[in-house]
């Protein structure tokens, strides 16, 4: 499996770790309702992780997955026709184009990390990620004739995450509150 992920989205989530947990000693130093104190860390440390440690694409000999910050979506190969780099990385199927969160624009930085490979991290801008990704899109199969009697499936899969949506809002509503607290 290849993992390729953007490593200054997580350097920038590591920074707002860091942020996070240096938040806690100065809110409990500066008087106030101790117990209210870690929630602002609490939602940094979450969105960050969330929108910026996360997301990811992940490529397999069966399928392409996209973690992103809403959903998770997997698409067998066959479903993805084209792989675009116009304004970042998109994934075109026969659902349409999927946009991804991980590129955004052409110029972003990404990384490949291959499972049991040699070395480290190759890095990679987006034209390069492209290729990587269309190296697995297979040629479309030539039809000389009526479609075949049976198909064999090839899903197209989508998770949404709602829990972490819903937890950024109410995490982000009662640091809100919290902050106001201080």
Avoid: C
């Avoid at 198909?151 to 949506?165: C, E, F, L, Q």
């Amino acid at each position: 499996m290849t993992t390729i992920l953007a490593p200054g989205m997580r350097l920038l989530a590591v920074v707002l770790w860091v942020a996070a947990v240096a938040l806690v000693p100065i809110a409990l130093l500066s008087g106030g309702t101790p117990w209210l104190a870690p929630v602002p860390s609490v939602f940094i440390a979450f969105v960050a992780w969330a929108v910026l440690w996360r997301p990811r694409f992940e490529l397999t000999p069966e399928h392409l997955r996209i973690v992103d910050v809403r959903r998770t979506s997997t698409y067998a190969w066959r479903r993805v026709t084209e792989v675009r780099t116009k304004y970042g990385i998109e994934i075109v199927s026969s659902e349409g184009v999927r946009r991804t969160w991980l590129a955004t624009r052409n110029t972003a930085r990404l990384s490949a990390v291959v499972d049991g490979g040699p070395g480290g991290a190759d890095h990679l801008d987006v034209e390069a990620t492209a290729e990587r990704i269309r190296a697995f899109v297979p040629a479309p199969p030539a039809q000389d004739g009526p479609p075949p009697a049976t198909v064999t499936a090839a899903p197209i899969t989508h998770r949404a995450h709602g829990w972490t949506v819903l937890a950024m809002i109410v995490l982000g509503v009662v640091a809100t509150m919290t902050a106001a607290q201080f």
